[in-house]
């Protein structure tokens, strides 16, 4: 079962791999550049990509349209392979804007300065867009601007409302790159990182005005619509769900509630972003994704037999675990952000089962004590060694290159 979780996270983000996703709506022809079902001059081709899938976006436009492209330019968190010579990388600055976003906003205008009504400006847009691209008006600091998104980010306010204020202290959110592109035509690519797809949140609005032709390139239904495929091969009864949101702690425990209530061979694949509100000077480190699986493993370690060892009896709690297992049914859940990054830590997410919470106790681990502090990735790390990977771990991904929020995944043992 553990395999098949990991193998499903794997699938699930593969499908929404940036480069295979445009490749599916962006073309060259003899007419020009298509994109879905209409073709564009490229008399005066211009390419923005910007947010965590925006290396991937480029490589894969600079291949399409070799030769086609005027000027270049990508705001990303990481670099890539090397691009044209036409073209301009920024790396921005993520979760908080800093001095690379704030170079980037200034680029972002150098490239749109002077666009006729012959310009056609692509513009890629993925997940942590708003924080990589910032240009705030001259009377926001950038300390304050900095101030204001750390404070939205240990609210727990949802993407929604997050977007809400901070497509309001930038000048291209919203809408405005596409009024400073004017007269040029601009052409989204949208790769949604938001639970129903809004076009006013994704990227904060970078593209959102009716003169703008969005096309929509990838979402979290893909990814977990590609996991339940692969769950069902391997024989699962699937449900799936793409509205998760609200306190990750919460919606693991109802997670892990709802699969315990499942006929064998059951797989609930959820999609969506949860949030965490946080103390001040938290010093916890994890993520929505890690904190929901160490909720969800409390709450299955309270309907769990116990464990019959002793502390001296550790080392056998394998050979245990396996033969409680077979009479009676085994839970295993994890989460993962499919960027590859999970808060603070450097895990993508946790997966755990049934016995994870008894099984850390032998380890002299209290998860609950772990889940109050906000200390996931520290709980899931204790676990993540070789001989106890069985127990539960964190899962390390690095930056996968795309970005549509997150996949969580419960099974239910045959």
């Known amino acids: 079962m553990r395999d098949h979780l990991l193998q499903a996270f794997q699938v699930g983000m593969q499908a929404v791999q940036p480069d295979r996703a445009i490749r599916k709506f962006v073309g060259l022809t003899a007419a020009g550049c298509q994109v879905a079902d209409r073709v564009w001059d490229t008399q005066d081709l211009r390419i923005l990509t910007v947010g965590k899938a925006a290396w991937l976006m480029a490589e894969t436009l600079a291949d399409i349209l070799t030769g086609q492209i005027n000027r270049g330019l990508v705001v990303s968190p990481q670099i890539g392979n090397a691009l044209p010579s036409n073209w301009q990388v920024v ?132 990814a977990c619509e590609a996991a339940a495929q692969h769950l069902q091969s391997c024989g699962y009864q699937t449900i799936v769900t793409t509205q998760m949101h609200g306190e990750a702690s919460t919606q693991g425990r109802e997670i892990a509630k709802s699969i315990q209530t499942m006929p064998p061979g059951t797989a609930l694949i959820y999609g969506g972003e949860t949030t965490v509100t946080l103390p001040a000077n938290c010093r916890g480190r994890g993520g929505r994704n890690q904190e929901l699986v160490l909720a969800a ?25 396996n033969k409680l297992s077979k009479s009676s049914p085994t839970v295993w859940i994890g989460s993962i952000g499919t960027d590859g990054i999970d808060g603070t830590s450097p895990a993508a997410g946790a997966i755990a089962h049934t016995y994870t919470g008894q099984l850390a106790w032998f380890r002299g681990l209290d998860a609950l004590e772990y889940l109050e502090r906000h200390d996931s990735y520290g709980f899931f790390d204790c676990l993540t060694s070789v001989q106890d990977r069985q127990m539960g771990q964190t899962i390390i991904t690095g930056a996968t290159g795309t970005n549509v929020a997150d996949l969580s995944i419960a099974l239910q043992s045959f």
Do not use: F
């Open 297 to 321: 493993a409390i709450e299955l370690d309270t309907a769990a037999p116990r464990l019959n060892l002793s502390r001296k009896e550790y080392h056998q709690w394998q050979k245990q675990a």
């Open 91 to 222: 790396q921005g600055d993520h979760p908080l804007p800093g001095v690379g976003s704030l170079a980037a906003g200034q680029a972002v205008r150098k490239l749109l300065t002077d666009c006729t009504a012959d310009t056609l400006i692509l513009v890629g847009v993925s997940g942590g867009a708003t924080a990589l691209l910032s240009d705030p008006p001259p009377q926001i600091s950038l300390n304050t601007l900095r101030s204001i998104y750390q404070t939205l980010l240990a609210s727990g306010a949802d993407i929604y409302e997050m977007n809400a204020v901070r497509s309001r202290l930038d000048r291209l959110k919203a809408g405005g790159l596409v009024d400073l592109a004017a007269p040029g035509q601009v052409v989204g690519l949208i790769l949604s990182d938001v639970v129903g797809d809004a076009l006013a949140v994704i990227g904060s609005g970078l593209t959102d005005r009716p003169s703008a032709h969005n096309t929509l390139i990838g979402n979290n239904h893909q």
